[in-house]
């Protein structure tokens, strides 16, 4: 593919001007149907749920996704400042248990097994993808499957 033919890579900062509300707004989208793909919102109930093998939980600017001995969490860090970016979603495999704000602490805490960093990019149909540092692009749909994949390497 041609430097031309490239999508254009929302985050670069050789962009001319800012992004537009507009763009933020198409970014903030793609990024709600990521989480909703992973861990849907939950609506309240009475009496308790089963436990589920893979528990969801979601915060308002991500989700972690905890296995009984690996976890997948997915935060999108949105750019606030005046610069020309958009922001970056960070996933990470961790193994062990997570703790999560205001749970209690596991006796032996979760490490780093491998980091993923993406980027919103705008593609020829005009539909948002994720781009990867190593060039490996992803729509919301199927960077959902990459983290239950991921999720799923470290249960054995």
């Known amino acids: ?3 031309s033919e490239r999508p254009n890579d929302l985050t670069k900062t050789a962009r001319p001007i800012p992004p537009t509300l507009k763009e933020r707004n198409a970014v903030q989208r793609s990024v709600e149907r990521l989480l909703d793909e ?3 919102e939950k609506a309240l109930r009475r009496g308790e749920a089963p ?3 893979v528990e969801q939980h979601r915060t308002p600017s ?3 996704l ?3 001995n690996s976890a997948v969490s ?3 860090f949105a750019d606030t400042s005046q610069d020309l970016t958009h922001g970056e979603l960070q996933v990470v495999l961790w193994r062990g248990v997570v703790t999560r704000r205001g749970g209690t602490r596991p006796a032996k805490g979760a490490e780093v097994a491998s980091e993923l960093v993406l980027h919103p990019v705008e593609r020829a149909d005009d539909t948002l993808a994720w781009r990867a540092s190593d060039g490996r692009e992803f729509d919301s749909e ?3 499957v990459h983290c239950l994949e991921l999720l799923e390497t470290l249960q054995d």
Do not use: I, N, R, T
Request: glycine fraction near 4%.
């Open 1 to 3: 593919m041609q430097d």
């Open 38 to 40: 992973l861990a849907p």
């Open 51 to 53: 436990k589920m093998q």
């Open 62 to 64: 991500g989700c972690v």
């Open 66 to 68: 905890q296995a009984p």
């Open 74 to 76: 997915v935060s999108w």
């Open 142 to 144: 199927a960077l959902a």
